[in-house]
Structures are given as structure tokens and as C-alpha cells.
């Protein structure tokens, strides 16, 4: 390879292993990296990781919650703002594996870092994984992880900005989707929480709607809506707001006219609705701050945990509501 780029074999080695301590001009760079590229090289991830005395594996657990658009589209960010960091990101089918027997699942990839995302972790299975090799383990949910930095993401925000937006609205009798699907439930019991925090101490009267992800079950909810007397419902998200507008539609149920709809997670299918879906914008932590805070403690596992409030919750009206 040093032959095909002509350069030594001291440059190559600093260039496959991007060493920051020696200056190689970017033409260089790109002479090997052509020259790995048509050799067919592959560097060998055990023999690096030895060198270094830690992998740049970077474990993200499948979730065990139906992943929508937006959590997609946060996980395809971080995992290339990772990989430009150069880590290699894994996700791991850890299905029907919970708390300490997932960690322990985890830890014999001997990664050196984990993402997890929910809840589910705890302070045992963070020991188990920085006792592994892991320097950095990062907990994406609702409440912090003793002995693992935390993205605290706050679901009661985006609940709250629904309930008070359709309150503000003039709404008083307002249902809540509660999804039926496993897995939802540490995201749609806080939202309910949200719009309930959201109405208390008012006139508003509050009332739960449990709703599969199904045609069937949005029919039969809309067939007994007049019954029930709503005149605004927050759906959980945009996915379950859609669903359930149609079925209101084939009722004969006017939206906004009859019932405001809001949803949530501003994706572009509601906007391309008629009416225009009405619904929560959510700010999730970039995917390049994330993978820069796994950088810092891959490099510095000693220091202390951070803990970062994240996930904004702004409404965005638009015609349903």
C-alpha cells in the first residue's frame, strides 16, 4: 500500500489510523485511502482496538417501542455524526432481554459505548457495562441513570402544549389517545399526564381514549363519538391523529368544525393533509451534540456524568384545530 500511494509505511499507518499528533497534508490522505481502497484493505476492528486499549464500537440497543419517522431520523443523524467521529455504531436486537440481563447481553460485545434509549436501565446494569470496557454509557428517557449521563427528555412538555392549545382554543371537552400498542407506554402516559397538568383547576374535562394502531379500532371509536361528546382530542402523535381524523371523516364528524385534532412529532404527511393537521413540534437533541458528548467521555471516562434537559415541545396550528 505504501508503494501504490508512494509514501512510507509510518505514513500509511498514521493516515488508517487517524492520528491527530502528525500533520499529513489532505493530498496525501487521499493517495492512501485510494490505495487502501484499491487494494481491497480492511482494517482489522480487534487488532485496533488492542492497540488502543478500547473498541470504537458504539451499542445501540434496538428499542423495544415502535420507532417512528422522527426517532428514525434522530437515529440516522447520530449514527453518522458518530461515524465521522470515526466509531462504528451497532444496533442489537436485545428483544424479550430486560434491565441487568440486557446490560449483561450488551457488555459481552465489549462496546465503548452504549446509547439506550426508554427506561430500563439501571444503576447495576451501568456498572456492569463500564466494568466491561464501556466508557460511556448515555441514557436517552424520562429520569437519570446513576453512573451514566443522561438526556432527559422531558414527554409531559409535549402533552402540556397540546392540552393548553386546545384549551386556549376554546375547547373544553377534550379526549386523550392512549396508544394500545406495547411498548408506548412511557411516552403516552406522560403526554396524558402533559394535557391533564395542562387542564387542571380549569373548566376543561378530560377524557381517555384507548385507540389501536388499526382501522378497525379507529371506526369503532369514531362510531361512538357523538356519544361522547368531544369537541377536541389530542392524538399521541401525528400517525394516530391521521388515523383517527379519516375514521372521524367517514362518521361524518367535521374537523376542526365539530372536533379540533392535534397530534404530534410535525410530520410532513400532516401537512399535506386536508384540513392541514394541526400538531407539536418536537426538538430532539441534535445528532452531532449527542455524539460529541460520547466522544468527551471515550476520552475522559473519568470525569462526572452530564446531565442534559433536552426535547422541546413548541405547537404548530394549522387548520385541524
Known sequence: MARLAGVSRATVSYVLNNTSAVRI?????????????????????????????????????????????????????????????????????????HGDEAARAWAELRPVAVLVSGSGLGPKGVT????????????????SVEGAHALLMDYEAVGHSAGRHLYDRG??????????????????APRLEGVRRALHGTDATLTELPLAYTEESAARLAARWRDLGLDAVFAYNDEYAMLLMRALADEGVRVPADTAVIGADDLMLGRLLRPRLSTVHIELPSGRDLAELVDRAVRDPGTAPETHKVLGATV????SS
Not at 456492569?128 to 429520569?143: E, F, M, Q, T, W
Not at 404548530?316 to 387548520?319: F, K, L
Open 171 to 188: 375547547r373544553r371537552r377534550i379526549g386523550v389517545v392512549v396508544p394500545q400498542e406495547c411498548g408506548l407506554e412511557s411516552f403516552s
Open 25 to 97: 497534508s489532505e493530498p496525501t490522505r487521499r493517495r492512501v485511502h485510494e490505495a487502501a481502497k484499491e487494494l481491497g484493505y480492511v482494517p482489522h476492528a480487534a487488532a485496533r482496538s488492542l492497540r488502543a486499549g478500547h473498541s470504537r464500537l458504539v451499542l445501540m440497543p434496538a428499542p423495544s417501542f415502535p420507532a417512528g419517522p422522527l426517532y428514525s431520523r434522530f437515529l440516522g443523524d447520530l449514527q453518522l455524526a458518530l461515524g465521522r467521529l470515526d466509531y462504528t455504531v451497532v444496533q442489537h436486537g436485545s428483544i424479550g432481554l
Open 128 to 143: 456492569v457495562l463500564k466494568r466491561s470496557g464501556a466508557r460511556a454509557v448515555v441514557s436517552l428517557g424520562p429520569d
Open 316 to 319: 404548530v396550528h394549522r387548520e
